[in-house]
């Protein structure tokens, strides 16, 4: 493992570490050493060097190397048959591949046909009970199936005369999606530890309300974006109904502004009535300006945001449910390939014990052909369990992709709408600051009503004389 590049797969601060090893989303780094906690040592292009999380990154596929024959190895135990090559794992251990049947096996194999042969899956490299790629480990036990027995003596592998150890089964399938068995199941850090992320807690399904069908977590995640879309648009509704009411209130108030009512009122009273009465005109337009920016600043933005949201929820969906139907058949081949070995087991086992009672040639022959067609199945199954690997670690990825796609935009989206939220009740406090200042004058001339005055100017204006009458005398 020392000396592996990875890829960071999301960006990670530093600060759960005492020497954390910060950086951003796809840096390239050369892990340095490796711990048990599923930390790893590692040091940057620039030179930094830190521990991070295991599940922060990826580790990049070596090309296999070809191997080095050692001193004496290749030439006291003769050729390799036609067709096979030597090769070097990532790990150090030889393997050989056979570049006809595309066959991979740790044993060196030989010209003899038959020969038990160990298959080595190409994706050996696991990290915190994940491979390389981010797919769970399948560990293939005995009690699923038993395949070629790594030894020279005269059993068949599969025989039921080869003595089988009884292993707990380490993973189990769920909806032809493969988990760690409960009962050993490996320490798992979440790929976003503290965060509560999408990409950590939607794995599963589960049954929907009624308890009739079953909902895949993707589907969960999918309904809450519909969902958000559609109190979005409630949103604007709402909104587009305040309006509605701040044009009607604006109309009115206009109307009643010139309303001819209490007119003939005169002096420092009729100046405050009619300033009265222009506030409200004044107060109208204010709730007219106040309704045409609901409408621009926050109705049509709560309209328009993701117009396309819907659409693009159908292709994620979409994508997301071909992957799993693709899985869903690499996981049939599986059981096939398991049920067909199983039959050349059976095979197997029968042609043996014809052996055990009567000793031919014709005999011998047919549990060679058996044990060939045994090992070819067996091999079968290796091909058909790593494309299912292959097709559930491209699943996860993808999954993990788009899950945290979904989180950013349900982030963007409630950020979105509280802006918008915030403008109006911003708008609002502007809008009552308006309305104060329209009746600021109106105070101001309230607080100058003077009686005493008003009778003065009235008088002056109206008098009709200040002679008073006087007794008559005779």
Same mark, same amino acid.
């Given at each position: 493992?020392? #000396?592996?590049?990875?890829?960071?797969?999301?960006?990670?601060?530093?600060?759960?570490?005492?020497?954390?090893?910060?950086?951003?989303? !796809?840096?390239?780094?050369?892990?340095?050493?490796?711990?048990?906690?599923?930390?790893?040592?590692?040091?940057?292009?620039?030179?930094?060097?830190?521990?991070?999380?295991?599940?922060?990154?990826?580790?990049?596929?070596?090309?296999?190397?070809?191997?080095?024959?050692?001193? !004496?190895?290749? /030439?006291?135990?003769?050729?390799?048959?036609?067709?096979?090559?030597?090769?070097?794992?990532?790990?150090?251990?030889?393997?050989?591949?056979?570049?006809?049947?595309?066959?991979?096996?740790?044993?060196?194999?030989?010209?003899?046909?038959?020969?038990?042969?160990?298959?080595?899956?190409?994706?050996?490299?696991?990290?915190?009970?994940?491979?390389?790629?981010? /797919? $769970?480990?399948?560990?293939?036990?005995?009690?699923?199936?038993?395949?070629?027995?790594?030894?020279?003596?005269?059993?068949?592998?599969?025989?039921?005369?080869?003595?089988?150890?009884?292993?707990?089964?380490?993973?189990?399938? *769920?909806?032809?999606?493969?988990?760690?068995?409960?009962?050993?199941?490996?320490?798992?850090?979440?790929?976003?530890?503290?965060?509560?992320?999408?990409?950590?807690?939607?794995?599963?399904?589960?049954?929907?309300?009624?308890?009739?069908?079953?909902?895949? #977590?993707?589907? *969960?995640?999918?309904?809450?974006?519909? &969902?958000?879309?559609?109190?979005?648009?409630?949103?604007?509704?709402?909104?587009?109904?305040?309006?509605? *009411?701040?044009?009607? +209130?604006?109309?009115? @108030?206009?109307?009643?502004?010139?309303?001819?009512?209490?007119?003939?009122?005169?002096?420092?009273?009729?100046?405050?009535?009619? =300033?009265?009465?222009?506030?409200?005109?004044?107060?109208?337009?204010?709730?007219?300006?106040?309704?045409?920016?609901?409408?621009?600043?926050?109705?049509? $933005?709560?309209?328009?945001?993701?117009?396309?949201?819907?659409?693009?929820?159908?292709?994620?969906?979409?994508?997301?449910?071909?992957?799993?139907?693709?899985?869903?058949?690499?996981?049939?081949?599986?059981?096939?390939?398991?049920?067909?070995?199983?039959?050349?087991?059976?095979?197997?086992?029968?042609?043996?014990?014809?052996?055990?009672?009567?000793?031919?040639?014709? /005999?011998?022959?047919?549990?060679?052909?058996?044990?060939?067609?045994?090992?070819?199945? #067996?091999?079968? @199954?290796?091909?058909?369990?790593?494309? +299912?690997?292959?097709?559930?670690?491209?699943?996860?990825?993808?999954?993990?992709?788009?899950?945290?796609? @979904?989180?950013?935009?349900?982030?963007?989206?409630?950020?979105?709408?509280?802006?918008?939220?915030?403008? +109006?009740? =911003?708008?609002?406090?502007?809008?009552?600051?308006?309305?104060?200042?329209? %009746?600021?004058?109106?105070?101001?001339?309230?607080?100058? %009503?003077?009686?005493?005055?008003?009778?003065?100017?009235?008088?002056?204006?109206? &008098?009709?004389?200040?002679?008073?009458? %006087?007794?008559?005398? *005779?």
């Amino acid at each position: 493992m020392s #000396g592996s590049r990875c890829q960071t797969l999301y960006p990670f601060s530093g600060e759960r570490h005492r020497q954390g090893l910060r950086f951003a989303a !796809g840096e390239l780094i050369t892990v340095l050493q490796v711990s048990d906690g599923g930390w790893w040592e590692g040091q940057k292009e620039d030179g930094l060097r830190g521990w991070f999380p295991a599940s922060y990154v990826q580790l990049l596929e070596q090309k296999p190397r070809k191997a080095t024959p050692q001193t !004496g190895e290749d /030439t006291l135990n003769g050729h390799l048959p036609p067709g096979w090559q030597s090769y070097m794992s990532p790990q150090g251990r030889r393997y050989y591949v056979n570049t006809f049947t595309n066959e991979t096996t740790w044993e060196r194999p030989s010209s003899v046909p038959g020969t038990p042969k160990s298959p080595v899956s190409q994706k050996s490299s696991a990290v915190n009970g994940y491979h390389i790629a981010g /797919t $769970p480990v399948h560990q293939l036990d005995s009690g699923h199936m038993s395949l070629r027995k790594a030894s020279g003596d005269q059993q068949s592998p599969g025989s039921p005369a080869a003595p089988r150890r009884q292993s707990k089964e380490s993973s189990l399938t *769920i909806n032809c999606v493969t988990f760690p068995h409960p009962d050993v199941m490996p320490e798992q850090q979440l790929l976003k530890p503290s965060e509560w992320s999408y990409c950590d807690y939607f794995w599963a399904d589960k049954k929907d309300s009624q308890g009739n069908n079953t909902v895949s #977590g993707f589907e *969960i995640l999918l309904q809450k974006q519909l &969902k958000g879309k559609q109190m979005q648009k409630e949103m604007a509704e709402f909104v587009r109904e305040r309006i509605k *009411i701040e044009e009607e +209130y604006a109309k009115n @108030l206009s109307k009643l502004s010139q309303n001819s009512l209490a007119a003939q009122e005169e002096g420092t009273l009729g100046e405050a009535w009619a =300033q009265l009465k222009k506030s409200l005109a004044d107060e109208a337009e204010v709730h007219l300006k106040f309704s045409s920016k609901l409408q621009s600043e926050v109705e049509k $933005p709560l309209l328009n945001f993701r117009e396309n949201f819907k659409k693009d929820m159908k292709k994620c969906d979409h994508h997301i449910a071909d992957l799993r139907k693709q899985l869903a058949s690499r996981y049939a081949a599986v059981e096939k390939a398991r049920k067909a070995l199983t039959e050349r087991q059976k095979d197997l086992e029968m042609k043996t014990q014809q052996l055990e009672v009567k000793l031919s040639n014709k /005999t011998e022959e047919e549990i060679k052909k058996a044990r060939r067609k045994s090992t070819q199945a #067996g091999d079968d @199954l290796m091909r058909c369990v790593d494309l +299912y690997n292959q097709a559930q670690s491209k699943w996860f990825e993808e999954m993990v992709t788009t899950t945290l796609e @979904l989180e950013r935009l349900e982030v963007e989206r409630v950020e979105m709408i509280r802006q918008h939220l915030c403008q +109006y009740t =911003q708008l609002r406090h502007e809008t009552d600051m308006f309305n104060q200042s329209t %009746v600021e004058l109106v105070d101001q001339l309230l607080r100058k %009503v003077d009686p005493a005055k008003d009778r003065e100017l009235w008088v002056k204006e109206h &008098k009709t004389g200040d002679i008073r009458p %006087v007794d008559m005398e *005779i």
